[in-house]
Nanobody
Framework: QLQLVESGGGLVQPGGSLRLSCTASGFTLGYYAIAWFRQAPGKEREGVSCISNSGRSTYYADPVKGRFTISRDNAKNTAYLQMNSLKPEDTAVYYC??????????????????WGRGTQVTVSS
């Protein structure tokens, strides 16, 4: 059974940091691009960041550039999203997704099709 599981969310004060993890089971993550999406209450799901299967290509949405860093460890079948300088507007459920597709899909507003269940990130004082 193909599965993606996110972890690492929580409550953090503005300016704080969190690292999200996305671990795959049932398939080899290294064959796929990995993207992080987020969905805030009342808003559409949006692409936040993406990393190619090789790790050589990355994408960041404008609101998170310079603050978030995506990475992957194919040997551990895991991808990460390091989030620094968090803001209240970063509050959302964060999902990881995998696809045999380039990150330009996410950059163009598209979606991947294999999803985890999400992890809540709340930025509040």
């Amino acid at each position: 059974q193909l599965q993606l599981v996110e972890s690492g969310g929580g409550l953090v004060q503005p300016g704080g940091s969190l690292r999200l993890s996305c671990t795959a089971s049932g398939f080899t993550l290294g064959y796929y691009a990995i993207a992080w999406f987020r969905q805030a209450p009342g808003k559409e799901r949006e692409g936040v960041s993406c990393i190619s299967n090789s790790g050589r290509s990355t994408y960041y949405a404008d609101p998170v550039k310079g603050r978030f860093t995506i990475s992957r460890d194919n040997a551990k079948n895991t991808a990460y999203l390091q989030m620094n300088s968090l803001k209240p507007e970063d509050t959302a459920v964060y999902y990881c997704a995998a696809e045999d597709a380039p990150c330009t899909v996410v950059a163009g507003g598209g979606y991947f099709h294999s999803w985890g269940r999400g992890t809540q990130v709340t930025v509040s004082s």
